[in-house]
């Protein structure tokens, strides 16, 4: 069965500052991943998503994530944070070919004026 | 284009009464999913439909909860009788359709809480 693990439960970052989300997952083949987040009272929004081959992949909002198979990680990063981007962020797996999403347990951005 | 419509946004509810929730899917959107969010966790899946039927319902538990997807559009999850433990966020999404990595969109969710 697929997992995700996002070992960092909140951080907080100075805006203009880079930002970096980490997230590990657990499974046997070529995974599809997902980042979404979830602003207070909110849906979950799609930042990006990777499939299959460039492993840096360009999302909405100036964020990008690299997948790494030797690391079973797929990091989130954004070069310089905006207050706005404070929200809380959850990496996703499905298992290739299916749509059946396991999120991992979040990371809440907090940003520092 | 129109997001996934879920209402009530938030419902207060006394233990072991009965309450349901309504999503209405992006247009063309052949695959419902119905989640539950519980405070400072991720979601999990409760039920998936393509089109009228329900194609993954492992996690749902049957024993309350019941769901329908009429005419293959709105989706209605129902309680009956809630328990404490229901307390949660619980969302819909929808995609074009099932497999492939088709991205999920989601609603804002019903805020639940049970007294």
């Known amino acids: 069965a697929q997992s995700v693990t996002q070992p960092d439960i909140h951080i907080t970052v100075s805006e203009g500052a880079s930002l970096e989300l980490r997230c590990n997952y657990s499974?046997?083949?070529?995974?599809?991943l997902f980042w979404y987040v979830q602003s207070p009272g909110q849906g979950l929004q799609l930042l990006l998503k990777y499939f299959s081959g460039d492993t840096l992949v360009q999302g909405i909002k100036g964020f990008e994530a690299e997948f790494k198979r030797s690391q079973s990680s797929f990091n989130l990063r954004k070069p310089s944070v905006h207050w706005s981007d404070a929200a809380e962020y959850f990496c996703a797996v499905a298992a290739f070919g299916g749509d059946k999403l396991t999120f991992g347990t979040g990371t809440r951005l907090a940003v520092r004026p | 284009e129109a997001g996934v419509v879920q209402s009530p946004r938030y419902k207060i509810i006394e233990k072991k009464q009965p309450v349901a929730f309504w999503c209405n899917p992006i247009?063309?959107?052949?695959?419902l999913y119905w989640y539950r969010q519980n405070l400072g966790q991720g979601p999990e899946l409760l039920i998936r439909y393509e089109n009228e039927e329900a194609v993954d319902d492992s996690q749902l538990p049957k024993d309350r909860f019941s769901a329908e997807r009429l005419k293959g559009v709105d989706s209605t999850l129902k309680i009956q009788p809630a328990e404490l433990g229901d307390s949660a966020v619980y969302l819909c999404?929808?995609?074009?359709?099932?497999?492939?990595?088709?991205?999920?969109?989601f609603g804002d969710g019903t805020r639940l809480s049970i007294l």
């Open positions: 247009s063309g959107h052949n695959t």
């Open positions: 499974y046997g083949a070529t995974p599809y």
């Open positions: 999404a929808s995609s074009l359709d099932a497999g492939g990595g088709q991205p999920q969109h």
